[in-house]
């Protein structure tokens, strides 16, 4: 395929070949552009822009054990109505991804089932196996719980220092869930218990789970990565002063669009749905972490995409499981909040979801629109800017807390030069229509492990 007169991130206009799986050529248009061969499909993006596809290191798709949640099919047709080419599944299933049997079994249902490319990330529990573990995958360690949140997998000190331990020999980037149990206000959850008081204040779990949590078990993980010389990322980093910790270690972190686009303030209209691990923060709070995602102190957003039925989050605040979906409406919102839209740049949208996490995880074959790496292209129109709405999503769990807000959502997604989603409503729109017509998703899976 050769896409001609699309607009990149950082303005320039470009025409970009495809060969295969890969980026063959980019050549500036002023520069006089590309040539077309005979054989080659031509797909006309003038007034389009073209992203890279995005990279989301946290999400769970829940698969094996909690399949009525989300699939490894519906998990990965979301991921790429939503701009997101890669996925990055954290261990707490059914059962966890602690020894090499659980990472396989898992890896074997990707392979099966996603449309995306995917990277499995082990865990740590008191049974975990990490020989067998690193076996399977040599840089296998994900997201390691320093609190207790879905799937029971906190675990103590001296466990953490043995896996971070383990995991500098390996050269491998630990991801902490990082939350001070010690610390947290049990006063908040006192009434709730026997159905008083805060049981109906969704409050009561941003209270709960206190931000002074957050910025002690940042600044713990840290002290340990530094006695090993290991390097930490600090997963759905839910304040600025956990977000300033990092940096000044120089360790990387993300933070969610929950985080980055919902507050305190938020919890009267979402009740339960509101609450995930680490809770909403004040909007004071929400507004300082969003000026570390404009200023470049943040490296990355993901989603910590976690979703639950809708009957399993219509419980007390005491009760319903923590964590909401947001794998399909990350790049939306940001690209609503880009550019002529908002704040953030275009090539900030980049860099956050695409450049930085290929970069922090390794994967340098992607991130990046450049000749020699992956086609992960998202092709979208800034001008579509649409409300979100849960029912045109593809998550299994059928909600989003971000229902109402504006996004802009992709016209197409290419996997590895294959197209892996069409909005059937924009093609024939902006020169799409030279894209050979096509169901909304492909009918088999393609996506492949990206760190085999």
């Known amino acids: 395929m050769l896409i001609v007169d699309a607009t990149l991130p950082d303005g320039h206009q470009c025409d970009v070949r495809i060969d295969g799986e890969r980026i063959a050529a980019v050549e500036e248009c002023d520069d006089g552009g590309l040539d077309a061969s005979p054989d080659e499909q031509v797909l006309d993006a003038s007034g389009t ?3 890279p596809g995005a990279i989301d290191v946290h999400v769970h798709f829940r698969e094996p054990g909690g399949s009525h949640k989300e699939t490894w099919t519906t998990g990965a047709q ?3 109505a939503g701009g997101v080419t890669t996925v990055v599944d954290q261990p707490n299933t059914d059962p966890p991804t602690v020894t090499g049997d659980a990472l396989r079994e898992k890896r074997t249902l990707a392979t099966e089932q996603s449309i995306v490319d995917f990277g499995i990330n082990g865990g740590v529990t008191a049974d975990w196996d990490p020989d067998s573990l690193f076996a399977a995958d040599p840089f296998a360690l994900g997201e390691v719980f320093l609190a207790d949140s879905t799937g029971e997998m ?6 953490f220092a043995d896996a ?3 995991a500098a020999r390996a050269d491998c980037t630990v991801t902490v869930h990082a939350e001070d149990a010690t610390l947290f206000d049990e006063d908040a959850l006192a009434n709730a218990a026997d159905g008083e008081g805060r049981d109906a204040d969704a409050n009561a779990w941003s209270a709960y789970r206190t931000a002074e949590a957050e ?4 600044e713990r993980a840290l002290s340990v990565a530094g006695e090993f010389d290991a390097a930490v990322h600090v997963a759905h980093t839910s304040t600025p002063e956990g977000i300033e910790l990092a940096a000044e270690a120089g360790a990387t972190c993300e933070v969610t669009p929950h985080h980055a686009f919902l507050s305190r303030n938020d919890l009267d209209e979402l009740g339960t749905f509101g609450r995930m691990n680490p809770p909403l923060r004040s909007e004071k709070r929400r507004e300082a972490v969003f000026e570390r995602i404009v200023d470049g102190t943040v490296d990355v957003i993901a989603t910590d ?10 419980a007390t605040i005491t009760d319903a499981p923590s ?4 794998v399909e409406t990350m790049l939306p919102l940001l690209l609503a909040n880009a550019g002529p839209h908002g704040p953030l740049s275009l090539e900030r949208v980049r860099d956050l979801t695409a450049a930085n996490p ?14 020699g790496r992956d086609a992960d292209l998202v092709l979208v129109d800034l001008d579509r800017v649409e409300p979100i709405r849960a029912e045109d999503l593809h998550t299994n769990c059928d909600w989003t807390p971000f229902e109402g807000l504006d996004g802009v959502f992709p016209s197409l997604t290419i996997r590895r030069g294959a197209l892996v989603y069409a909005d059937q409503e924009a093609t024939g729109t902006a020169g799409i229509e030279s894209v050979a017509p096509a169901e909304q998703f492909p009918e088999e899976a393609g996506g492949e492990d990206v760190r085999l």
Not at 154 to 159: P, R
Request: charged share 25%; net charge neutral; aromatic share 4%.
């Open 358 to 371: 290929a970069e922090v995880f390794g994967v340098p074959r992607k991130g990046r629109i450049e000749a």
């Open 215 to 218: 910025a002690a078990a940042v």
């Open 164 to 166: 971070v331990e383990r």
């Open 305 to 314: 995409h976690a979703p639950h039925t809708r009957a399993e989050k219509q």
């Open 78 to 80: 979301s991921a790429a």
């Open 323 to 326: 964590g909401v979906p947001g």
């Open 154 to 159: 906190g675990i103590d000190g001296d466990l």
């Open 49 to 51: 822009h073209l992203f």
